[in-house]
């Protein structure tokens, strides 16, 4: 009888310690996009303060500031380049975790009011100069839009050579500073409420089989369908403001680096109920990485068409629809009740 208590007490051990393991990965990683973050609002604080000498002024910035004002747009989007796929490597566990979903909201995947629907986010964005920006999407999106011009609300309207290559292509705009101080200053603020909330997470094999089940069949319906309507696909032609810095196939896969994490975090309890089953997971989570991946390599030195976009879409629903049926089977295997 003692010897079946030391068994049941040592598989209690590696489920915790499995799943603590989730939670440090979030922890770590939001700890990596805090100090992205911070560095954002430093760049955007510079700018504004160029601005601001200026009168606000931008023609006359350009003119007067040229370097300066280089450099600290160069660090403001050097910034959110390293900050954009922190998050988005950790954007499973958050989007999947109820008690952590809302900072994906806002942080994310939320809409502006503007564009309306059940994923509005919760915020508002208030400027210096007294205006405020109700409800004006997420907050990755706004810095976005903000920082390559690809909101027409969101900057000045004054053509820049930001990245300082000699001519005016894609995202040689100046920023509205009101629009950037503020998004920043909400993007480290929301950053920081995650990391806080992630330090208090009480992770659960029902939290990570929950967010699996829920994110997993996303690969397709989220990312590539975003991708097929941003400029990686689309070129000049595309329309919408966000998704056109970053390719929607690197944050694809970088959910999946998420949702890997948190399988691993399980995977033990899977595996000594039914060895087979645990290996199909990981087997299928690691080869939609790898198909992710190989089009992302071959995104570099070609463009896709819309037509194979739409093959493309095709095959990423089905990896994960059949990863998400292996998922489904193993939380009833092991009792615990999700969503699908």
Do not use: C
């Not at 309207?157 to 920023?175: I, M, N, Q, S, T």
Request: glycine share 10%; net charge neutral; charged share 25%.
């Amino acid at each position: 009888m003692g010897r079946w208590v030391v068994l049941l007490v040592l598989l209690g051990l590696a489920q915790a310690q499995g799943i603590e393991a989730v939670k440090g990965y979030l922890i770590e990683r939001v700890e990596q996009q805090k100090a992205a973050t911070a560095a954002l609002v430093k760049a955007s604080q510079d700018y504004f303060a160029l601005a601001q000498k200026a009168g606000f002024d931008y023609r006359r910035l350009a003119q007067t500031q040229p370097g300066p004002l280089r450099q600290s747009l160069q660090a403001a989007r050097a910034a959110w380049v390293k900050a954009s796929p922190i998050y988005e490597s950790v954007e499973g566990i958050v989007a999947g975790v109820e008690s952590l979903a809302d900072f994906d909201l806002n942080l994310d995947a939320g809409a502006s009011a503007a564009e309306g629907g059940d994923a509005v986010v919760t915020f508002d964005l208030k400027l210096e100069d007294g205006r405020v920006l109700r409800r004006p999407g997420n907050a990755f999106g706004v810095l976005e839009g903000t920082l390559w011009g690809t909101e027409r609300a969101f900057s000045s309207g004054v053509r820049f050579d930001v990245d300082g290559d000699g001519k005016l292509g894609f995202g040689d705009y100046l920023p509205d500073a009101h629009v950037l101080k503020a998004g920043a200053a909400k993007l480290d603020e929301l950053t920081g409420g995650l990391l806080a909330a992630a330090r208090g997470w009480k992770p659960t094999p029902s939290d990570v089989f929950g967010a699996l089940v829920a994110n997993v069949p996303t690969a397709a319906s989220v990312f590539v369908a975003r991708w097929k309507t941003s400029r990686f696909v689309l070129g000049e032609k595309a329309t919408r403001r966000d998704f056109n810095v970053i390719s929607s196939l690197d944050d694809l896969v970088n959910n999946i680096r998420s949702w890997q994490a948190l399988y691993a975090g399980v995977s033990s309890l899977v595996r000594a109920k039914n060895p087979a089953l645990d290996r199909q997971i990981t087997e299928g989570l690691s080869g939609l990485k790898a198909y992710a991946e190989r089009l992302v390599a071959q995104e570099k030195v070609r463009r896709f068409s819309l037509e194979q976009a739409e093959l493309i879409y095709k095959e990423t629903d089905n990896r994960a629809t059949a990863v998400t049926g292996k998922l489904a089977q193993a939380a009833a295997l092991l009792g615990l009740k999700v969503g699908q």
